[in-house]
């Protein structure tokens, strides 16, 4: 293992993070259930430590046709415990712990029957299309990662009817940087295709991620991009990932040729980022 502060400045000569298994090296390592700040009881669970997340084979073939009032799109769901394994337990570990703390947040007493965990991938910066919308939520008792896709850029709208659908008058929606960009992207283009026809858009409770951990981590890590969270503080590294900035592109060609290949990358890559925000949230409820 390496010094932390050797790292560091390995890492701004190399870039980008180093890729390396097992970080933090010299930042606490704060067991399930530990926070920064003392707690009325310590929780003796074993560290979140989820090591190497390698691709799922197969995983568009693994969808389904979902119909709409507004079309078709395709729709994928995985199982958090095949992404992560061992998480769920683990998550549900740490509700028992938080739940002998006293009375627990709005956030906290939604989980998991009312919370949905909230990422899109899209076709550029705000006001380009989204083409996929993936969920983490609670399905049938099990958490579960559900990927609503659409095929090409007509199938926008079905998805947005789709989302729409799992969204009640007490969800509430958790997401990484939420509020500057994913919910404004999901309104704005709710509005394009006139879902509403002229009624208000729901209006869910919404927690973003992303403050509370800049808080928590900003004087311990280089910067709080949610990558940088995940290897640092969850100690999770992605085998096979594609880089978030070659994923419109690369949706692009999916469309125009339909091979798969690049496709499955995506969904997986979506599929992380919404079990990362899980255990992130977790850790910072505390």
Not at 126 to 136: C, D, H, I, N, T
Request: with cysteine; hydrophobic share 40%.
């Amino acid at each position: 293992m390496i010094d932390e502060s050797l790292r560091l400045r390995l890492e701004s000569l190399n870039r980008g993070p180093l890729p390396t298994i097992g970080i933090p090296t010299s930042l606490p390592s704060r067991a399930v259930g530990e926070s920064s700040k003392p707690t009325k009881a310590k929780f003796s669970g074993s560290p979140l430590r989820p090591g190497l997340v390698k691709p799922i084979p197969g995983l568009l073939r693994r969808g389904e046709v979902v119909a709409t009032e507004a079309g078709e799109h395709w729709r994928v769901c995985i199982p958090v415990e095949e992404i992560w394994p061992g998480g769920e337990q683990l998550i549900a570990r740490r509700c028992e712990h938080l739940a002998k703390l006293g009375p627990q947040n709005e956030l906290m007493s939604s989980f998991p029957a009312r919370s949905l965990f909230v990422d899109l991938e899209t076709c550029g910066l705000a006001g380009s299309a989204l083409f996929l919308v993936g969920l983490l939520r609670a399905i049938d008792g099990k958490l579960a990662v559900e990927l609503l896709l659409a095929r090409n850029y007509a199938e926008e709208a079905a998805v947005l009817e789709s989302l729409w659908q799992r969204i009640e008058s007490q969800s509430v929606i958790v997401t990484f940087n939420g509020k500057s960009f994913d919910w404004p992207m999901v309104t704005d283009r709710s509005r394009r295709h006139l879902l509403f026809r002229g009624q208000r858009l729901p209006m869910p409770r919404h927690f973003d991620m992303l403050h509370p951990a800049r808080r928590r981590w900003k004087k311990e890590l280089p910067d709080c991009k949610l990558q940088t969270l995940e290897q640092r503080i969850c100690g999770r590294v992605r085998v096979g990932d594609i880089h978030g900035n070659l994923i419109p592109a690369a949706y692009k060609d999916y469309v125009r040729t339909g091979v798969g290949r690049e496709m499955e990358a995506i969904l997986f890559h979506n599929a992380v980022d919404l079990v990362t925000l899980l255990d992130l949230t977790m850790r910072l409820a505390a």
